[in-house]
Structure formats: C-alpha cells, structure tokens
C-alpha cells in the first residue's frame, strides 16, 4: 500500500452555510474534484430524528448540493442508513426534512439499511480481525462519496466525525444484535471496526460542522460552550478527524480508530490551514 501522502485539512470560522462553506471549498480546490465526477454520494450523520447538532442540518447539506452543482454535472446522491433501532430511514429523512429538500432539489433519496448489498473479503490479510468480511450497500461503492458530520463527542468512540459516520453504510441485516442498535454488532469494538470499515470504504471528502458541538454525548447533552463556530473540511479524512478532535480538546493519539487509520488512511499530523 502507497504512503498517505499530505492533503490540505482546512478550518474556517463559521459565518453561515452559504458563505463559509463555499469559501472552505473553493480553497480546498473542490471545484475541480467536483467536475470530473459523474456520480456523487452525500452521507450525513443522521442517526436518529432529533434535530441538529445531533444530526447534520439539513441547510448544510442544501448549501453543498448547490455548491456541487455549481461545478459539476454529476448525479447526486442523498445516502444514509439509521441507528436507530425504532425508526427507519424514510422517516428520519421525513422528519428531519431531508425528504422535501429531496423533492426540492431532485435528489435521489437512498436508505442504505435496505439497499442491495456488495460482498467484500479480506480473509487472507490477518491485519482485517473485525471485518475479514464485509457487506456494504453497492450505492456507496463508486462515486465521490461526501462524510457530512456534526461535532461530537460519543459515549463509545469518543468522537463520532467524518470516519465514524461511514458506520451508517453497515447494513442492519449483518449488523444488528437482538432488537437494539441498528449496528450493535459494532459494539464489541467500536474503535477497531470504524478503522477497518474506512479501510474498506473511506470517505473522499470529508467534512465537519463543527458551528456547534456537542461536548459530552453524541444523543444530545450539553454543547460546547462557546459554540466552537468552525467547519472543517478536506479529502484526507483522518486529518479532518484529527482536527475535529482537537476542536473538542482532545489529542488524537487518544482516540483508538484515528490512531489505527494515522499512516494507513491518511494522517492525522498533516498540516491544519485556518482563515479567520
């Protein structure tokens, strides 16, 4: 496997969607990536119907998908596959809004907990112990596939970011244990299994909404006080991570899947760039 090589990591100072985040991708270069694509895949943190920051605001993703189609003719994507163990992803996109944006926009709305599925192995790398196998959703596989995540800390991960949220490709059908958490299967090593399934399928872009944050729970609890007012955004999803953990005063050595993904998927000391 090549060395990762430095990609830019970019946090500007959060003024609003329209303004701030088109800046943060004009200066990450994400106009030409944008315009050799076909098919991009936009992948939110939606985990359950509890509005943001639990769950990434819907106006960030309308503000991407403009800004996407300012500089692309690609066919875009709205993906993601709910934890929740109650409720199913139509009636998330449904609550949340993400369905009438859906209609808006035209975009094409895909529940990635009922999408057909794609086998992967790995069984002769002993390097795979979670996941010498995987099964994953054919609608994430090829495209440019977008981390859209909220600022967070989580009770199991520490921080649920950009290659925590690629947890939402796992399908409930292999993943679920008894009538828990959509991906409870995760539970017996959430730090290893993140690092593996972004071994298998990263995120080609990632980005993090950190205007927020919340400081102790990923379901809710208190935000960061102030707001910590940034976005984050590049293409190596491990720098992001890393720099996403620092924004909630934490050392990425700390945090068991950046440290496993830190010379492998990308890396976590490569250069910070902030604009006030």
Not at 140 to 169: D, F, W
């Amino acid at each position: 496997m090549p060395e990762p090589r430095h990609l830019p990591c970019l946090v500007h100072e959060f003024q609003d969607y329209p303004t701030t985040l088109a800046a943060l991708l004009d200066d990450l270069g994400a106009p030409g990536v944008l315009k050799r694509r076909r098919r991009v895949i936009i992948k939110p943190n939606l985990v359950n119907t509890s509005p943001f920051p639990v769950t990434t605001h819907p106006e960030m993703v309308r503000t991407l998908v403009e800004y996407a189609r300012r500089h692309s003719k690609a066919r875009i994507i709205l993906a993601e596959g709910c934890g929740d163990a109650c409720l199913d992803t139509g009636q998330i996109f449904a609550d949340l809004g993400y369905a009438a944006l859906a209609e808006e926009l035209d975009l094409e709305l895909v529940d990635l907990n009922q999408a057909p599925l794609t086998r992967m192995t790995r069984r002769k790398d002993p390097t795979y112990r979670f996941f010498p196998e995987i099964f994953l959703p054919k609608a994430a596989m090829s495209g440019l596939l977008i981390s859209v995540a909220v600022l967070k800390r989580h009770s199991l991960a520490q921080v649920t970011l950009t290659m925590k949220n690629m947890l939402g490709l796992l399908p409930p059908s292999h993943y679920q244990r008894g009538g828990s958490w959509k991906k409870s299967a995760l539970h017996a090593d959430m730090q290893r299994s993140i690092y593996e399934l972004n071994r298998y399928r990263a995120p080609d872009l990632a980005i993090i909404d950190a205007s927020v944050g919340l400081a102790e729970y990923h379901l809710g609890g208190a935000t960061c006080s102030p707001p910590v007012n940034k976005l984050v955004a590049g293409f190596d999803p491990v720098a992001v991570d890393a720099a996403g953990a620092a924004l909630l005063g934490l050392d990425w050595r700390s945090i068991g899947h950046i440290r496993m993904a830190h010379g492998r998927l990308g890396l976590a000391e490569a250069p910070v760039s902030s604009s006030p």
